[in-house]
């Protein structure tokens, strides 16, 4: 099977490519060319805020893994994030109907979810997303375009919305906190003890390479982690851990930092770092009849 992927040298995309590849013929579109990848194609997409030319790309392709968008990137402008999350989904899609693709899997986010997500435990039973953020509404307006065109066209869609993701190289909170610890910079998480579900980037990879065929992934939106939660300061710790280097982290009133972080308009930052936000993924298991082929002890093992 032929497989299209954007987004490819991003964080999850070269670990997708290199996954996918070995099982299919992978077209490879990124920012730049890989030029270390031996075993699939590699080409440069262009700037997805404009409209692009699909067809090249999209000749003899069976299946569109959409990756590509903007997620870590705090200064990009609410405007810009949905011409990229956004119109430039919708524009691929046309393109996959013309072209006659097959299969589309689009890569959305917790996020659609909103400040709300820390409440509840997320399952395939949560109520309608009510995405708080630029980059959450970019993506739950993504998704509904994506079954728009999969109710009107021979198209089978799958959506997979995952929590954080990490693993080696991760970019974004990760990275931030990662550079933090290596700089000895104490940390008040000593007393955080919630829990967050997160999915190891190669777990997150297998689960999108069994939607590539799996016919229960068809018109299903899938929830995916690692299985088990851990809290903040378990990150921390293990995060360190990984990179050689001793965590300093105090206690600080729980109630005193969300009262901060909301009188300074960040109260995202508070629910990501102190609340909690538990997936309940069984049903992705039931559907598909896959399992997380990494544990959270075996993940941090591994990257």
């Not at 940390?187 to 799996?214: D, E, G, Q, W």
């Not at 308009?265 to 992705?284: H, V």
Request: a positive charge; charged letters at 15%; hydrophobic letters at 45%.
């Amino acid at each position: 099977m032929r497989v299209l992927i954007t987004g490819a040298t991003g964080f999850i995309g070269h670990n997708l490519c290199e996954m996918v590849s070995k099982v299919h013929q992978v077209q490879a579109l990124g920012r730049s060319v890989n030029t270390e990848a031996l075993s699939y194609q590699s080409m440069i997409i262009p700037d997805l805020a404009e409209k692009i030319n699909w067809v090249p790309y999209l000749a003899g392709v069976d299946c569109v893994i959409h990756l590509a968008g903007i997620a870590h990137q705090s200064n990009i402008s609410p405007e810009r994030m949905y011409q990229i999350n956004t119109v430039a989904t919708k524009h691929l899609l046309a393109a996959c109907v013309e072209a006659k693709v097959k299969r589309f899997i689009f890569l959305s986010s917790i996020a659609v979810y909103g400040l709300n997500a820390s409440s509840t435990v997320l399952s395939v039973e949560t109520p309608a997303p009510n995405p708080s953020t630029p980059y959450g509404h970019s993506k739950w307006l993504a998704e509904q375009l994506v079954w728009q065109c999969c109710a009107t066209h021979n198209v089978e869609g799958v959506i997979i919305r995952p929590p954080l993701v990490y693993g080696k190289n991760a970019p974004g909170n990760i990275a931030a906190l990662n550079r933090a610890l290596k700089k000895h910079i104490p940390l008040p998480f000593a007393n955080v003890n919630n829990k967050r579900s997160m999915v190891y980037v190669k777990n997150l990879t297998a689960c999108i390479t069994h939607c590539i065929t799996h016919p229960g992934a068809i018109g299903n939106t899938f929830l995916v982690s690692d299985g088990l939660s851990i809290s903040t300061k378990d990150f921390l710790c293990r995060l360190a851990a990984k990179g050689g280097v001793k965590p300093y982290l105090f206690s600080m009133p729980i109630e005193f930092m969300r009262a901060t972080l909301t009188l300074l308009n960040k109260k995202a930052i508070f629910n990501k770092l102190w609340g909690d936000l538990c997936i309940d993924s069984t049903e992705t298991g039931r559907l598909l009849d896959w399992q997380p082929p990494f544990t959270v002890d075996a993940a941090w093992q591994n990257f």
